[in-house]
């Protein structure tokens, strides 16, 4: 290894085709297909934060399927819950 040389070249060097070019990521669409929210006891669920701070969970699952030779569908899942201790 020379003084020039460093990990992270030889790691792109790796990723290029053999044409020499890097492979290319796209956004081609966008979309919400499920929304919800609910606070069913809105407004006074909110005031108090300072005392009585809620249990918050968050979970993130992220889904790919195959639409096409040069074509894939990202499914990003993000789900989070706040409770008031009780």
Known sequence: MTGT???TDKGNKANAR????QP???LIAQYVRDLSFENPNAPNSMQNFAQDRPDIAIN????????AEEGFEVELKIEATA????
């Open 5 to 7: 040389d460093s990990g």
């Open 18 to 21: 053999d044409d020499g070019q």
């Open 24 to 26: 290319q990521a796209g």
């Open 60 to 67: 993130v699952n992220v889904g790919a399927r195959r639409l």
């Open 83 to 86: 409770k008031k201790q009780e």
